[in-house]
């Protein structure tokens, strides 16, 4: 069962600019993962929001949890050309499982 | 990806012949995982190993069978390989999968087609 829908499915923007990403889920989480993974790779763990944080930094990455409105958002600052990838939610439920959403495929245009 | 290497990386099999992948970690992880990523679908379970000999079947886990003799080799084995097997499987570790507030390591993948 798919538990995260990322929002939008694509993203397209110009070097510099900002990316936001949104992931909504259904039911209550321990915590909620972002990945990367680019184009013929295994996923890389972006950064991990534990239910009862609001907001995590990490590098340009920042990530937002609003566990009233089931909803997260990344956003990446400044974006790069090598930011171009897709990016995928995960939530862990009460049973401990790992359940991902689809991905947002974000592509930085020279 | 450091610490965890998947072989083969591409295998073309034809209909009803059984394949095993492999998973192999370095980094002493108690928790490993079979995923498979079909387009569309995100990732989806197959499988999971929650210590040596110790595993449990996820969403996707019809027609997969898993080993794990030693901690650092998970085998995913496709019984009777079909074509709806098509897909990208990637093994995934983890320091604490129970508790759950570490994030999962993932392997560079096997695309397996069956043809």
């Known amino acids: 069962s798919q538990q995260g829908e990322e929002d939008p499915q694509a993203l397209s923007i110009q070097e510099g600019e900002n990316a936001t990403m949104n992931c909504s889920y259904k039911?209550?989480?321990?915590?909620l993962q972002w990945y990367r993974q680019n184009s013929g790779r295994g996923l890389v763990h972006l950064i991990l929001i534990r239910s009862n944080e609001r907001e995590k930094h990490s590098g340009r990455l920042r990530v937002t949890l609003d566990t009233s409105k089931k909803s997260s958002s990344l956003l990446i600052t400044a974006s790069r050309a090598a930011d171009t990838a897709s990016y995928f939610c995960?939530?862990?439920?009460?049973?401990?499982?790992?359940?991902w959403g689809a991905g947002t495929k974000l592509i930085i245009k020279p | 990806d450091a610490g965890i290497t998947q072989s083969p990386r591409h295998k073309v099999t034809e209909t009803g012949t059984p394949v095993t992948l492999r998973c192999h970690q370095t980094e002493n992880h108690r928790y490993m995982y079979w995923y498979r990523q079909d387009p569309g679908h995100g990732l989806r379970l197959i499988h999971y190993?929650?210590?040596?000999?110790?595993?449990d079947k996820g969403e996707v886990s019809d027609g997969y069978s898993v080993s794990r003799s030693k901690t650092e080799d998970f085998l995913l084995t496709l019984e009777s390989a079909t074509s709806s097997q098509t897909s990208v499987y990637f093994c995934?570790?983890?320091?604490?999968?129970?508790?759950?507030?570490?994030?999962?390591?993932f392997g560079s993948g096997t695309r397996l087609t069956v043809v």
């Open positions: 995934a570790i983890s320091e604490t999968g129970v508790f759950g507030n570490y994030g999962y390591t």
């Open positions: 995960a939530t862990m439920d009460s049973n401990y499982q790992l359940i």
């Open positions: 039911t209550s989480i321990n915590n």
């Open positions: 190993s929650y210590g040596v000999k110790d595993t």
